[in-house]
């Protein structure tokens, strides 16, 4: 099990928007930033947004961040099919057993 | 161009130990923290821990703690993980990633290509 939960999978026509949610607790994710990752298939995983919502130098403005509370949103406008990959939240968790750096399970994006 | 270059893919048995290397170019390997993450065959990220290439000083995640060993050369741009007592779950993808701050910031911005490590009797 992971420390942050999303959903297994989303799915989106090209052109349109999706959304990833990603949710925590106070011992991570609503008392740290968060930062999202995109793993194409068969490769390393690519930072995507940090500090809950600024982008690496390359990384286009489709890609956008937020987060609420203990929960936190990566948003993807203008799909297109290179966009199909997995996407991962991350975050700092506070708690001895699972910390310093904890990841979410993971969210298999298909543009259909 | 920045890349990090791991070694290549190992069997091992369960009770042995393993070496990754990850060989840094295109910047001052001494100036950014080394964390090492790794991703069993369709499962998640899970991060092991970093080193800080300048100091040779590390941190690791408690799960990892007692059978984990990060260490670099300077000499050669090059860090190191060395996990030991290996078991079948340790068998994943092992990924060198370079800190994305000039001080520790646990963002990742630079990633090797992964090495795999499979642990089979």
């Known amino acids: 099990q992971s420390v942050l939960t999303q959903p297994p999978s989303v799915s989106a026509a090209p052109g349109q928007k999706v959304t990833i949610s990603c949710s925590g607790s106070s011992s991570n994710i609503g008392n740290n930033y968060v930062s999202w990752y995109q793993q194409l298939p068969g490769t390393a995983p690519k930072l995507l947004i940090y500090d809950n919502n600024k982008r690496p130098s390359g990384i286009p403005d489709r890609f956008s961040g937020s987060k609420s509370g203990t929960s936190a949103t990566l948003g993807i406008t203008g799909l297109q099919t290179g966009d199909e990959a997995d996407y991962y939240c991350?975050?700092?968790?506070?708690?001895?057993?699972?910390?310093?750096?904890?990841f979410g399970g993971g969210t298999k994006l298909t543009v259909l | 161009q920045v890349q990090l270059v791991q070694s290549g893919a190992e069997v091992k048995k369960p009770g042995a130990s393993v070496k990754v290397s990850c060989k840094a170019s295109?910047?001052?390997?001494?100036?950014?923290?080394m964390h090492w993450v790794r991703q069993a065959p369709g499962q998640g990220l899970e991060w092991m821990g970093w080193?800080?290439?300048?100091?040779?000083?590390?941190n690791y995640a408690q799960k990892f703690q007692g059978r984990v060993t990060m260490t670099r050369d300077t000499s050669i741009s090059t860090a190191y993980m060395e996990l030991s007592r290996l078991r079948s779950d340790d068998t994943a993808v092992y990924y060198c990633a370079r800190d994305l701050g000039k001080g520790l910031s646990y963002y990742m911005d630079v990633w090797g290509k992964g090495t795999t490590v499979t642990v089979s009797s």
């Open positions: 991350g975050t700092w968790d506070s708690s001895l057993s699972a910390g310093p750096v904890v």
């Open positions: 295109g910047y001052t390997f001494t100036g950014y923290y």
């Open positions: 080193i800080n290439p300048n100091s040779g000083g590390t």
